[in-house]
């Protein structure tokens, strides 16, 4: 395939308006809602980049033939192990789907999103392989790796939605039980990193740089105070606020990295479109 090069264009104050309340629509809808939405095209009709993949280091991250690591937008794959760490259940299996979908020196297509580097260094970028086809959406149909939004990075975010819900809806890969969403009452003092989460949102909070969405607090042995999601004021312009202050004593599921803060565990929420409102 030919791939096209892009030319750059910053959107409008009204395009990226528009875009905040379509992408808002995720908090007040259901997962089958969520499927029902009209499925973008992952196809790449154009590419920023054509590149040589070296090495394949998991199931979200790629080094390139010149040395680069480019970070894939919108997936997040289960963890291989280090530093005597085990790896996640499926991380292999991610590894090695996407090593037999980029082949050994075949080229493939990088699409920059607005963000073209994470705070590591790494190249950000939507992958497609020589017919167009997207790997991010192949990994997600897979089962293989869960949505994942960072903004501003949300060019693809409707296809990569589609393409997981049909994971989900089959129950493949990560969704057998990996990312099965877990209630805050049964977060150990040791969870860390990825996970979904669900709850009922009990308190409203503010700070000088933050909102706080606090969960009941947790139940059991070495339980910490409580739960809660931290959405930076840096990342308000991507919600409603009226509609997230009526949150408050809904059942709600979450997903991005949990870590301790003081004697809770927090997770950061950067985009509507990893929170949803639950029975």
Known sequence: MAYKRTSKKRASPQGALFVCLLFYFAIVSAPAMAAQTRQANCAANAVDETVTVAQVIDGDTLRLRDGRSVRLIGINAPEIGRKGRPSEPLAEAARETL??????????????DREKRDHYGRLLAHVY??????????????????????????????????????????????????????PVRKLSRDSRGFRIIRGRVLQMGESRRSLWLNFQPRTGEGAREG???????????????????????????????????????????????SLEVVP
């Open 129 to 182: 392989l020589q017919d167009g086809k997207s790997v991010e959406a192949a990994l997600l149909e897979a089962g293989l790796a869960a949505q994942i939004v960072v903004p501003p990075n949300v060019m693809q975010l409707d296809c990569y939605r589609t393409a997981e819900n049909k994971a989900r809806k089959a129950r493949k890969g990560v969704w057998q039980n990996i990312y099965r969403p877990v």
């Open 227 to 273: 739960v809660a999601v931290r959405i930076a004021r840096t990342d308000l312009e991507w919600f409603d606020q009226r509609q997230l202050h009526s949150l408050r004593g809904k059942n709600i599921m979450v997903r991005g990295w949990l870590s301790p803060y003081k004697k809770q565990l927090v997770m950061r929420l950067r985009h509507p479109a």
């Open 99 to 112: 090593q037999a979908l980029l082949g050994k020196t075949t080229p493939v297509g990088l699409r920059f």
